[in-house]
Each structure stands twice: as structure tokens, then as C-alpha cells.
């Protein structure tokens, strides 16, 4: 694959990826803290599971009122296709209590009390138990907050390596040394390439899975 490839392809999908980054940004205006916290549960979810999958497990969960108050038992059952799912379970209800004020979840004014996306991601990787930096990185893109942040999962380190940016895929979790080299690395292709970070995320997204979802 040629970067002149991914720039006729993006010429191609290039206002469907504004629709939806655009969509992203209003999501965080328009929503409540409970819509909110559920795209953080949905990134929390993710991780060797399908995105599609994740996203159906969440909706279940807040149709059954089970997102916000349900128990870990509760919680569990629903997460259905999820790999993990105990693991991931207890996710949920730490990250409930980490944003829980006054009984009622708060997020949205945490995540607004940052001066940049890099300090609300090192905050979120620091404090949300279960989430890396790919995750944080998801999370904060999904809510409009992520423009200068790589989401390194499986489908951009691909890519990333039929491009020649980086030279393997790393077999192994990516320690926050690794991320911010593969980052920066990314960052600089973006630039080089005209085609802006987020936009390349998005774009190598909907190269393997033939859409653009979240």
C-alpha cells in the first residue's frame, strides 16, 4: 500500500469522516453524564472483543437500567460475546464509583477540568481501572476530545505497517514508552501525508471493516 493510495481513498470518505467526527464533538454537547459514561464503558469493553458487539452489550445495558445500577451479577450477564466479561465486569462498577458524586454520575465536568486531551488521557489511564492508553485514547475521540490522539489497536498498527511508519506490529501490550514512540511516529506521517491524525484513524478503520463506526 502507497500513501498516494490512502490519500485517493480519502478523498473518497473524507466527508463521511468529518459527518462522524462532527457527530463525536456533539455527542459531549448534547448528552448527559450517562450517555456519557456509557461510550467510556463501551472503550472499556472493547479490548480483543468487536466493536459492534461491545456497543449492542452497552445499549442492553442502559435499556435495562443495569449500566448505572445494576449489580456486578446483574452486569455480568448482560456481556454476552465479550471477552473477559468478569474482568470487564468489575470494570464497570469501579468506574461507576470513580465518577459517582452525590449518588449520580459525573463525568463530563471531569473530563471538561482539562487543559488538553494528553492530561485528560494520562488522568484516565492513571484512575479508570482497566483502561490503557489505546482506550483513553478511544474514549476521548468518541466524545470529540481525541483529535491529537492515536488509537494504536490492531487495525492502525496494520496499516501503519503496510505504510512502512513503523516497522513490525508488537506482539506484546504496548508499554506507554511503545504507545507514545508509535504516536509520534503516526503524528508525523499524518502531517507529512496532509491528512489530519483523527481523520487517518478513522480512515484505516473503515479500510479493514468497510465502514466508519465509533
Not at 452486569?75 to 454476552?80: D, F
Not at 460475546?81 to 468506574?95: P, S, T
Not at 494520562?122 to 475521540?141: D, I, P, Q, T
Request: net charge positive.
Amino acid at each position: 500500500m502507497l500513501p498516494r493510495e490512502i490519500k485517493e481513498l480519502y478523498e473518497m470518505r473524507k466527508s463521511d469522516i468529518e459527518r462522524r467526527l462532527k457527530e463525536f464533538k456533539e455527542l459531549f454537547e448534547n448528552s448527559n453524564d450517562d450517555r456519557i459514561f456509557a461510550e467510556l464503558i463501551f472503550c472499556l469493553l472493547t479490548p480483543q472483543s468487536k466493536a459492534k458487539i461491545c456497543w449492542k452489550v452497552v445499549e442492553n445495558l442502559m435499556e435495562k437500567d443495569l449500566l448505572i445500577h445494576g449489580s456486578y451479577e446483574q452486569v455480568l450477564r448482560e456481556l454476552k460475546g465479550v471477552r473477559f466479561k468478569k474482568n470487564k465486569a468489575k470494570y464497570i462498577i469501579e468506574a461507576r464509583k470513580t465518577f459517582t458524586r452525590e449518588n449520580e454520575i459525573r463525568i463530563k465536568s471531569v473530563i471538561s477540568s482539562f487543559s488538553d486531551s494528553k492530561k485528560a488521557r494520562e488522568w484516565l489511564v492513571k484512575n479508570v481501572k482497566g483502561m490503557g492508553y489505546k482506550e483513553a485514547s478511544h474514549f476521548l475521540r468518541n466524545i470529540g476530545f481525541g483529535e491529537d490522539l492515536a488509537i494504536l489497536d490492531r487495525h492502525i498498527l496494520k496499516n501503519l505497517r503496510l505504510l512502512r511508519v513503523i516497522e513490525d506490529i508488537p506482539k506484546k501490550t504496548l508499554t506507554k514508552k511503545r504507545y507514545m514512540e508509535i504516536e509520534n511516529k503516526m503524528r508525523e506521517f499524518s502531517r507529512d501525508i496532509g491528512i489530519p491524525l483523527s481523520h487517518l484513524d478513522l480512515l484505516f478503520w473503515s479500510k479493514e471493516t468497510g465502514e466508519i463506526f465509533k
